[in-house]
């Protein structure tokens, strides 16, 4: 069983950064893929980020590439996620979630992780 706890959303003006910290339970973090979603109002759940269990290797969706960066600390057990030059359309509840499947590609698809956090709401502001 993993536990996630999100943390660091907020409202921000467009332009902006904000730094998401996901917090995790157990002590196997560090075997476990990590990522990112997010969901607007009225819309699905999009993916944003992953990182894989060693932080080696890294993905982003094409709307955040560029200005978001995933990384993680598996010595804290938390996994980041710095989004620097943030757009009003970036403003959704933000995920974190958890792969314990060892998946050799990336994860991007929801139906793929197991454990999800609570989420996050982050505003950009015009």
């Known amino acids: 069983q993993v536990q996630l706890v999100e943390s660091g959303g907020g409202l921000v003006q467009a332009g902006g950064s904000l730094r998401l910290s996901c917090a995790a339970s157990?002590?196997?973090?560090?075997?476990?893929?990590m990522g990112w979603f997010r969901q607007a109002p009225g819309k699905e759940r999009e993916f944003v980020a992953t990182?894989?269990?060693?932080?080696?290797?890294?993905y982003y969706a094409d709307s955040v590439k560029g200005r978001f960066t995933i990384s993680r600390d598996n010595d804290k057990n938390t996994v980041y996620l710095q989004m620097n030059s943030l757009k009003p359309e970036d403003t959704a509840v933000y995920y974190c979630?958890?792969?314990?499947?060892?998946?050799?590609?990336?994860?991007?698809?929801?139906?793929?992780?197991?454990?999800w956090g609570q989420g996050t709401q982050v505003t950009v502001s015009s």
């Open positions: 979630a958890c792969s314990t499947r060892g998946m050799v590609g990336y994860v991007t698809r929801p139906y793929e992780y197991d454990y």
């Open positions: 990182i894989k269990w060693n932080g080696a290797r890294t």
């Open positions: 157990g002590r196997a973090f560090s075997s476990y893929d």
